[in-house]
């Protein structure tokens, strides 16, 4: 009997193992953001893109019938989804005041008995940021100033205590290239081969006005500056806008200006001082600001207006009582150059790529959030800001004038030309290793077998170009991911010679249109990634904070801590 059950049991367990499973496994539940992110497509973003650079708006210059139409598309898309009105005050918008200063200018440069003049566009650009109808520096004695930096952190000063009230500085782009024993860019002087906001044509102008000066002239040189003279002189031709300020702007620099490089060459011969050599001796942190021996005499005429601009805003209240008074942004800028009456030809700046596709990835992120099948703990807000061309200007009047609180704003998602050239295995993020959003991204795309990579280019100093530089300045963590660089069924640096060309010719450039090669899957992709990232942050499964070192960490730290509802 022993062995017959012996024999028994063994014969059932045998049976038991070998016997299959009468009923499939059930298969693990796809996560509800991951169906949503499938709302978005490449035919969505394509769509937006085709109505948003067409030659009806116009280039989407602020102030102009563009803004109008641009205005008007983007409530009613936000409104067709059944977003609520962005603004706390019922509206899809909010109004940013801008001040128009359509300028005229003339340079001239008087060295000895040499008169070295100059012609708008081709040699130089001039402005005003002051309100007022005619600006004029005569007899103004020039001063190179290196890089025109003051650095402390860095031991950094171009200026050594020069006086340059009533001068007019002269300055090159970008970071002073400073070089270690072993002849490489050194990574403990400004962020070594990174670019700082030292770089950034913006710091230049702010600091000659901190210290008085009649005008400020940077040299332009492609590389240093990251694109061509084309794009300087698009930008800074036809009508300039600033933010609405009691004082007209009577603090700022009265003329800010480039020239080219060659321009420059010429000067410093006729005030009998070489280039080059100057160049490479500002270099160094013992650099001693030079005179040259010539005279700058501006005129510049404006026609000056006011203009009421629009951040467009809209808004998806959080699920929680508690936690939907937090908001998660995300931003694109709706704006572009406009269009230019004195071309031959096409005239419009339709801004296919920058930024049309990136306002094409705020909608249809936006659609994919509406996709799911209950809204996430925290308010989510879609931020359509104007004059990021201008200087990111409505991403600063929304940091001033926040619509919810900057201390529950959790963060901040920037959407800035999106990849029209395929699925790529990577995403690079700008300005990597300043926030915790960067590991959240990572997370996301290795769910997707991608992967994050740092900027390729950080010399380009894009971190300070975008609009979520204005709220890393009072401390909300933001993250920039730019289009990859790794083109997934292309050879190596297919994709980086793509993005050369469009730099080359198209950044800012009446070519930059829709285009019949165009492949938005990849931009699809990112999006999806971009909106999964957002999702997690809004339902608190992930966080963001500034990583230990970044210059925007004690500004939040400081918020946080006087914050009170």
């Not at 040699?123 to 650095?151: C, H, M």
């Not at 600033?242 to 200006?257: C, F, G, I, T």
């Not at 207006?305 to 937090?326: C, F, M, W, Y």
């Not at 049309?356 to 703990?377: N, R, T, W």
Request: net charge negative.
């Amino acid at each position: 009997m022993l062995k017959k059950l012996s024999l028994a049991a063994l014969t059932a367990g045998f049976v038991a193992c070998a016997a299959p499973t009468p009923y499939p496994l059930p298969e693990p539940a796809t996560p509800p953001e991951q169906i949503a992110a499938q709302a978005i497509s490449a035919a969505g973003l394509g769509r937006h893109i085709g109505v948003l650079a067409s030659d009806a708006f116009e280039g989407r210059l602020p102030g102009t019938p563009g803004e109008d139409k641009t205005v008007a598309y983007l409530s009613e898309q936000f409104k067709a989804l059944g977003l609520q009105a962005g603004n706390p005050d019922g509206r899809y918008v909010q109004d940013v005041p801008l001040v128009g200063i359509n300028g005229t200018p003339t340079l001239s440069f008087q060295a000895g008995k040499t008169t070295l003049a100059m012609t708008p566009g081709k040699d130089f650009v001039a402005a005003t940021a002051r309100f007022l109808p005619e600006v004029t520096v005569s007899n103004s004695n020039l001063v190179f100033v290196g890089y025109g930096v003051q650095a402390p952190e860095y031991d950094w000063d171009d200026y050594k205590g020069l006086n340059v009230k009533g001068k007019t500085l002269v300055m090159l782009i970008n970071d002073p290239p400073v070089r270690g024993a072993d002849g490489q860019l050194d990574p403990k002087k400004f962020a070594g081969k990174g670019m700082t906001y030292y770089g950034r044509w913006t710091y230049k102008f702010e600091i000659g006005s901190k210290l008085g000066a009649a005008a400020v002239i940077i040299v332009h040189e492609t590389e240093p500056a990251a694109y061509p003279w084309s794009v300087v002189e698009h930008s800074w031709t036809g009508e300039q806008f600033e933010l609405a300020a009691p004082d007209k702007n009577m603090s700022r620099v009265p003329v800010q200006a480039w020239i080219t490089v060659d321009k420059a060459r010429e000067l410093f011969a006729a005030g009998g001082r070489d280039y080059d050599e100057l160049k490479q001796d500002a270099a160094h942190p013992n650099f001693q600001p030079v005179s040259i021996k010539a005279k700058a005499n501006f005129s510049i005429r404006n026609e000056v207006r006011t203009v009421e601009s629009h951040n467009i805003v809209a808004r998806l209240p959080g699920s929680d009582p508690k936690l939907a008074a937090e908001t998660v942004i995300y931003t694109a800028h709706w704006d572009h150059l406009g269009r230019d009456s004195h071309l031959q030809g096409d005239q419009i700046f339709n801004g296919a790529v920058d930024n049309a596709s990136g306002v094409a990835g705020l909608l249809e992120i936006a659609k994919a959030y509406k996709a799911l099948p209950s809204a996430p703990k925290r308010s989510v807000l879609f931020l359509a800001v104007t004059a990021e061309e201008q200087g990111l200007l409505g991403s600063r009047h929304y940091a001033k004038n926040p619509l919810y609180p900057l201390p529950l704003t959790s963060a901040v998602i920037n959407m800035d030309a999106l990849n029209p050239w395929g699925p790529t295995k990577d995403l690079q993020v700008v300005g990597s290793g300043q926030t915790t959003l960067e590991d959240t991204l990572a997370a996301v795309l290795a769910d997707r077998g991608r992967i994050t990579v740092p900027d390729a280019q950080p010399e380009k100093g894009s971190y300070y170009r975008s609009d979520q530089f204005e709220f890393a300045k009072v401390g909300v963590p933001g993250l920039y991911a730019c289009r990859g660089s790794q083109a997934i069924g292309q050879p190596e640096g297919w994709l980086a010679e793509k993005n050369k060309v469009f730099t080359s010719n198209s950044y800012h450039n009446v070519s930059d249109e829709v285009r019949e090669d165009w492949n938005l899957d990849g931009a699809a992709q990112d999006m999806q990634a971009l909106f999964e990232v957002g999702y997690r942050l809004a339902q608190g499964t992930a966080s963001a904070e500034w990583k230990p070192g970044s210059e925007f960490k004690a500004i939040r730290e400081a918020s946080l801590a006087s914050w009170a509802p």
